[in-house]
């Protein structure tokens, strides 16, 4: 994968006007165009504004003035929206991107999305009615349906994501997962190990990349891959917001019924709480970590250092991040309109979850 900054062309698209709602309703633009940004100087009628609202709703319209607007007259503030603590982001990484915008003299409104895509479309209006002058998305689920977010984008409103939007074309900075997947794969190959379990959230289409990185990897070295998962394909469609008290718990409720029947001498685990939770069913059973079992999560969390066994891991570099994409939105709002993609390399933490694989094993 190519890690350098990939730029993009920008995108032009043709919308509702005021002109063609103008037609419809039989009112002059000025009138249609008063009614819509909620003109205090504007006299029309109750029934005039019900029919040019009508109008524009069945024609899917968005004010573009205010969208535009917003680029002339800055509000200095920004839009975050997170949808959980657990997916490519921290208090600790919205404390510094908070810092950041404040040093650059802007405020920081927040929004939590709870991974509900719906929540996060109505986050997107609000912010926007707040005229903020742009908007850092922390991407959870995928979804297709988000008519809001494609507007902003098609517009060239200042936003960009932290991780990268799978259907949509717009400026991100993520982890280059694949990347970290390989790192782990590379790790337990070293340490003589080749029959390892991969304990992912989610089965397939949804396994992450940093799975996809890791088995790809194993294959090379000959390695004998098992796959679990946390939650099955329904549980998966509810887009639940996992706590770490769950991921853990789930976690050793699994393992303690498959590590013996499944025999690894390895485990890699999608994030850190699920890596815990496999040291606390090793020890459970046990299973001595590393001296029969080792294990690597993915994140490099607060838990991950400060567990019974320590935690090797994979290394989001969070605060590289925060920086980039902020950097990147107020280059946005000054107006640069290329589309930036920046991809940031993991590192391998090695703690004491992990040791050499046992002679036959």
């Known amino acids: ?5 990939k730029r993009t062309p920008r995108r ?8 063609e709602i103008s037609e419809i309703t039989g009112f002059a633009c000025s009138t249609v165009s008063a009614v819509l940004n909620d003109d205090s100087k504007c ?5 005039t504004k019900e029919k040019i609202l009508k109008a524009a709703g069945e024609l899917n319209y968005h004010p573009n003035l205010l969208y535009r607007g917003l680029r002339a007259k800055k509000t200095n503030t920004i839009g975050l929206i997170v949808p ?5 982001v921290s208090i600790a990484s919205i404390e510094l991107i908070e810092d950041l915008a404040w040093k650059a003299g802007y405020h920081l409104f927040l929004g939590y999305s709870k991974n509900d895509v719906d929540k996060e479309e109505v986050l997107l209006k609000d912010f926007i009615s707040r005229r903020v002058d742009g908007i850092i998305l922390v991407v959870g689920v995928e979804r297709r349906c988000r008519p809001e ?11 960009v994501t932290i991780g990268k939007l799978a259907h949509f074309d717009c400026s991100f900075v993520t ?10 794969a590379r790790h337990l190959n070293d ?15 949804s396994a992450s990349l940093r799975m996809n990185g890791f088995r790809d990897t194993a294959k090379k070295y000959n390695m004998k891959i098992d796959e679990v998962f946390l939650v099955n394909g329904k549980m998966e469609k509810k887009m639940a917001v996992f706590s770490e008290e769950y991921l853990i718990t789930e976690s050793v409720s699994i393992f303690k019924k498959l590590l013996k029947s499944k025999g690894p001498t390895g485990v890699f685990a999608a994030n850190d709480a699920m890596a815990l939770g496999v040291l606390k069913a090793a020890r459970e059973m046990g299973i001595g970590v590393p001296d029969e079992l080792s294990v690597i999560g993915f994140d490099d969390t607060p838990i991950a250092a400060f567990a019974s066994v320590p935690i090797t891991t994979i290394r989001q570099k969070k605060e590289e991040m925060s920086r980039k994409v902020v950097k990147l939105l107020m280059d946005k709002i000054e107006g640069e309109e290329e589309i930036l993609q920046e991809y940031i390399l993991p590192e391998l933490v090695v703690r004491s979850s992990t040791g050499s694989a046992k002679e036959g094993r």
């Open 149 to 159: 977010l494609q507007y902003l984008l098609e517009q060239d409103f200042p936003l």
């Open 191 to 205: 340490a003589g190990h080749k029959k390892v379990l991969l304990f992912d959230e989610f089965p397939p289409p």
């Open 12 to 19: 032009k698209m043709q919308d509702t006007t005021l002109r």
């Open 175 to 184: 982890t280059d997962y694949y990347w970290g997947g390989q790192l782990a």
């Open 43 to 47: 006299y029309a009628s109750v029934k």
């Open 84 to 88: 959980n603590l657990h997916v490519n």
């Open 1 to 5: 994968m190519n890690h350098d900054k």
